[in-house]
């Protein structure tokens, strides 16, 4: 999930504020992620798969090349647009802070410093938007208990995602129980499957390959745990929504920008 993740890379592109009623319109994809925090918000958003219902003080979080439809007869707003390297999903996410005071100050400060656009003031956003990041890390962090059935399996898989040969057979094993069992636990406690979650890691890795520069593609398969590169290019576009040569092409130009 965006919000559990403790290292994003990104670039700040725009801060801007809406007030908008009665507002019923669709978003096509857009080539840079969202974050916005709702001041006041009754709006319905929806996906080809999936339908959100916004509500006051709600933070959420609009990946990039994301077709929806947003309906609400209020719906008052800060929206940051960036762009991240490091994170990927196909899927809107959001959250209501326990504590929602405290993102609705640094919003609010972002805000004002973007559009005063004082000596350094894109140094100073970014900063805040880090406080953001880490904020709204806090509030959605759930430690994993050591003492948890499948720690030393997930410890495990975190250590050895980049294999290829890896099974969730042999991510099982560390726990001591059968391959049937680790996939509900697990999926019970990460909301997915085991072998999803390693694509995503696997991804997620080769996207942090791709914007270092250095290594071609087929390398780039590779060091993420693909020995089949035409196999990496389909779980890749799966995952961006683009092949990764188009990835490497939208990156290379978001990049000129800043």
């Not at 979080?61 to 390297?85: G, K, N, Q, S």
């Not at 350094?120 to 956003?125: A, N």
């Not at 499948?150 to 495990?156: A, F, R």
Request: charged share 25%.
């Amino acid at each position: 999930m965006f919000f559990e993740n403790d290292l994003l890379s990104f670039n700040l592109i725009d801060v801007l504020e809406l007030k908008q009623h009665n507002v019923n319109m669709f978003n096509s994809g857009r080539n840079f992620n969202a974050l916005s925090f709702r001041f006041r918000s009754d709006a319905v958003l929806m996906t080809k798969t999936q339908k959100h219902c916004m509500k006051d003080n709600c933070v959420s979080y609009f990946p990039a090349r994301l077709d929806y439809t947003r309906a609400a007869t209020v719906d008052e707003m800060i929206i940051i647009h960036f762009d991240t390297i490091n994170y990927s999903t196909k899927n809107i996410e959001y959250f209501i802070p326990d504590n929602p005071t405290v993102l609705s100050k640094h919003f609010r400060e972002i805000f004002d410093v973007w559009n005063k656009k004082e000596l350094g003031y894109k140094f100073k956003c970014s900063a805040i938007l880090c406080e953001i990041f880490a904020e709204c890390y806090t509030q959605n962090y759930v430690s994993k208990p050591q003492n948890s059935k499948i720690y030393n399996s997930v410890d495990y898989l975190l250590k050895n995602y980049k294999k290829s040969d890896l099974s969730v057979k042999e991510i099982a094993d560390r726990s001591f129980m059968s391959e049937v069992y680790f996939r509900k636990l697990f999926k019970k406690e990460y909301g997915i499957s085991p072998q999803k979650y390693i694509i995503n890691l696997r991804i997620q890795n080769a996207v942090g390959l791709i914007s270092a520069g250095y290594y071609s593609l087929k390398e780039i398969a590779y060091m993420s745990g693909y020995n089949d590169y035409k196999y990496f290019s389909v779980e890749f576009k799966k995952n961006m929504g683009v092949s990764p040569s188009e990835y490497i092409y939208d990156y290379a130009h978001r990049s000129a920008d800043f």
